[in-house]
């Protein structure tokens, strides 16, 4: 593995022998992800401790966290958003499944407690394409569609002004921005960067403007520009699934990454090629999540 039109650092290997890490945050001083394959939600500290913290019986499944610090997850097979509840337990924050009968992938919270969640529109890896949708949860639990014609929702992030949401569009090789109003409805969509051949996965934000992306086909962590600039290119062995900043000062750059040729024969129940790789960053992270 190397990296190149870059000042990334060495890459190292935080934690390895994973089923299919994704949905990686940063919180509370560690990484948490998502492990699709064993389904549940697993935090790694700096040193590589780990430690499961609830395991869900759905997959896929997505993380992110309400401002005053209870965890949200997708259960997105079930069309459900769960809440963790201070003892541990899971409640349902809001049905979705009356928006689709198909599954939910990310999910992102801003500062205000409103929860976007899109959906990928169509039975992947077997059924026919067909474009997704983008969901808006507001703190009340009520639950409304606020855009579509997304082609293949993937990560999204959210400027720290709670203004501007970004959005991985995989099928059409594009970041597609949005302006956020007050009452958490989208508008002016536009497409943030062109990626030229990429397949745009998990994203992050940092804080010179530039979004990482994770591209699983072409195997790397990319950094752009609003317009489409490639500034960083992390070349990888095997699929780069999402991307997060974090670690001191968020300048660590959190990977997750493994052999898609193996998942999707396997869909994480078979060779656990799945790891978390981190490298520096040039730039530290911002925004949601």
Not at 62 to 81: H, N, Q, T
Not at 120 to 125: A, E, Q, V
């Amino acid at each position: 593995m190397q990296s190149k039109d870059s000042p990334v650092s060495e890459i190292r290997s935080l934690m390895t022998g994973l089923a299919f890490g994704e949905s990686p945050r940063w919180h509370d001083g560690r990484l948490w992800f998502s492990d699709w394959g064993t389904q549940e939600v697993i935090a790694v500290d700096l040193e590589g401790k780990s430690e499961v913290i609830v395991r869900v019986p759905s997959s896929p499944f997505s993380i992110d966290w309400l401002p005053d610090g209870r965890l949200l997850i997708v259960a997105a097979r079930d069309g459900l958003l769960l809440r963790r509840e201070p003892d541990g337990s899971l409640v349902t924050h809001a049905d979705l499944a009356d928006l689709s009968v198909f599954p939910w992938n990310e999910i992102v919270v801003d500062g205000r407690g409103n929860a976007y969640i899109n959906n990928i529109g169509f039975d992947f890896p077997a059924g026919a394409f067909a474009p997704g949708i983008a969901a808006l949860v507001a703190p009340d639990g009520s639950v409304r569609k606020v855009a579509d014609g997304i082609a293949f929702p993937n990560g999204m992030a959210m400027t720290p002004d709670n203004s501007t949401l970004i959005l991985a569009e995989s099928y059409a090789s594009k970041l597609t921005a949005f302006d956020i109003a007050a009452d958490g409805s989208l508008s002016n969509r536009r497409v943030w960067a062109d990626l030229a051949g990429g397949a745009p996965d998990g994203i992050c934000l940092d804080a010179d403007n530039a979004v990482w992306y994770g591209d699983v086909p072409n195997k790397r962590c990319v950094r752009v520009r609003e317009g489409g600039e490639v500034l960083q290119t992390i070349e990888l062995d095997r699929g780069c699934f999402a991307c997060m900043l974090g670690g001191v000062n968020k300048q660590t750059l959190f990977m997750l990454a493994a052999d898609w040729s193996e998942l999707a024969k396997t869909m994480g129940s078979g060779a656990r090629t799945g790891q978390v790789l981190t490298a520096e960053a040039p730039a530290p992270g911002i925004g949601w999540p």
